[in-house]
């Protein structure tokens, strides 16, 4: 199965992005995601898409001239909601296949391809297997940098560093 019909099927996916593996599925699939990795759900996932048009066109109300200071880019944003909360966004520098497929489906929730607290996967075989067996495609791009995304708080005045990661 290609990766756009695993995830139209409700399937998790990996694929690769500008940093590390990524374990991808549909926003309304997020379920699927803390269950193969083992994440506390109190951790949240991004919404990641293929360029700003996508994302803003799937999350209405974020602030386009405060998204674009950062992306395209090795970013996670942390930016308020719509319903008052906060949301993490990505619109990294993708691989062409991954954009093609994250493209195809508008966006998709992402976390990086790894048991929580484990390492990163910069390599397919580095992803554990009970996760690459679990997925209904697994996009293998060759080795990646190995360094996750800056996570940025951008809910307050001035841009917090949550996680030290990727950088331009």
Do not use: H, Q, W
């Not at 209405?60 to 008052?84: H, K, N």
């Not at 996570?151 to 331009?168: F, K, N, Q, S």
């Amino acid at each position: 199965m290609n990766a756009v019909d695993a995830l139209r099927a409700g399937l998790a996916v990996v694929l690769p992005t500008d940093t590390v593996y990524g374990l991808c599925a549909l926003p309304e699939r997020t379920e699927i995601l803390f269950e193969l990795k083992g994440r506390d759900r109190s951790k949240p996932v991004a919404l990641l898409a293929a360029d700003l048009d996508a994302l803003l066109a799937a999350v209405p109300g974020l602030d386009r001239d405060l998204l674009a200071r950062y992306l395209p880019g090795p970013y996670t944003l942390v930016v308020p909601a719509a319903d008052g909360g906060t949301v993490g966004v990505r619109v990294p520098e993708l691989p062409a296949v991954t954009a093609a497929i994250v493209r195809e489906v508008g966006v998709v929730a992402a976390t990086s391809a790894n048991l929580a607290g484990g390492p990163n996967p910069r390599r397919v075989e580095e992803i554990p297997v009970e996760i690459r067996s679990a997925c209904g495609a697994v996009v293998d791009a060759g080795e990646l940098p190995g360094v996750p995304s800056t996570v940025l708080d951008l809910t307050g005045g001035e841009a917090r560093v949550l996680r030290e990661g990727a950088r331009r």
